[in-house]
């Protein structure tokens, strides 16, 4: 099955320094895409990268995307406290209805 | 800016009792998206729903579940007979058509079920 999984699991930062998450998984994807959620709430669409891109800027946001390794990481330069939440990344298979299947997530928390 | 909203917040429900969750879509979408998370798991696809029906769903949603778009603005989500292992956060989600660039889709900020 098409899976997402995250690494790392948990990420514990200092606010001002950059957080790097990884994602990776398994089969031919449409796209992937990057959400925020906070605590028990619902979930926030981050930035999306096509499968013929390799790299995206959005503010303190880049994504890359490496389709021969299935994997992809988010990097969010210069952290806040506000940014403490958990990112998930999605993907959308090549056939399908556009429905994403999320990886297990990273919960990150940035220091004041 | 539209956003998709949902009712209730929190359903707390008996085991063997139905119940229906309901979401408004932002107004111009097309595609309609049910997703859950159990506590302290990853989202998980339930059922995508394009052109007044279903056109993808998972393994979990078995016959127990069902949905509707009963007029142009709701779309529900019905659980004929919950279990204890329904318990879990819902989010509805929607997206508007490919056509127009929109592949992101926009969550509802969810639907806590409590079976007891």
């Known amino acids: 099955s098409q899976q997402g999984e995250e690494d790392p699991q948990a990420l514990s930062i200092q606010e001002g320094e950059n957080a790097t998450m990884n994602c990776s998984y398994k089969?031919?994807?449409?796209?992937l895409q990057w959400y925020r959620q906070n605590s028990g709430r619902g979930l926030v669409h981050l930035i999306l990268i096509r499968s013929n891109e390799r790299e995206k800027h959005s503010g303190r946001l880049r994504v890359t995307l490496d389709t021969s390794k299935k994997s992809s990481s988010l990097l969010i330069t210069a952290s806040r406290a506000a940014d403490t939440a958990s990112y998930f990344c999605?993907?959308?298979?090549?056939?399908?209805?556009?429905?994403?299947?999320f990886g297990s997530g990273t919960r990150l928390l940035v220091r004041p | 800016e539209p956003e998709v909203t949902q009712t209730p917040s929190h359903q707390v429900t008996q085991m063997g009792q139905e119940v229906i969750l309901r979401c408004v879509p932002i107004?111009?979408?097309?595609?309609f998206y049910w997703y859950r998370q159990i506590l302290g798991q990853k989202v998980e696809f339930l059922v995508s729903f394009y052109n007044n029906e279903i056109s993808e769903k998972s393994e979990i949603f078995d016959d127990q579940f069902s949905v509707e778009r009963p007029d142009g603005s709701n779309f529900t989500l019905k659980i004929r007979s919950t279990k204890l292992e329904d318990s879990a956060m819902y989010f509805c989600a929607s997206k508007s058509p490919p056509w127009t660039g929109g592949y992101e889709q926009y969550f509802g900020p969810g639907t806590r079920l409590t079976v007891t």
């Open positions: 999605a993907t959308v298979a090549m056939d399908s209805s556009y429905k994403l299947i």
């Open positions: 089969t031919s994807i449409n796209n």
């Open positions: 107004s111009n979408h097309l595609y």
